[in-house]
């Protein structure tokens, strides 16, 4: 027994980084992106009730007029 080759420690490092950003990638960006899409849907919602909101208005505008 000796010392560890660098080749060896080199590989066992790039295997930890990987790793660990696999491990930010779960535990933190991958929520975030489920919580924008979340609210992306959220808004589109939102924006249809809107235009059929102003669909309503200028429909009724043309009722009360005749």
Do not use: H, S, Y
């Not at 980084?17 to 491990?23: I, K, P, Q, T």
């Not at 779960?26 to 975030?32: A, R």
């Amino acid at each position: 027994m000796g010392r560890i080759p660098t080749w060896a420690v080199i590989l066992i490092g790039v295997f930890l980084l990987a790793g660990v950003g696999a491990l930010v990638f779960m535990l933190m960006i991958k929520p975030e992106r489920e919580r924008l899409a979340d609210l992306q849907k959220q808004l589109d919602t939102q924006k249809q009730i809107a235009d059929r909101l102003d669909a309503t208005n200028v429909r009724l505008e043309e009722v009360t007029a005749q």
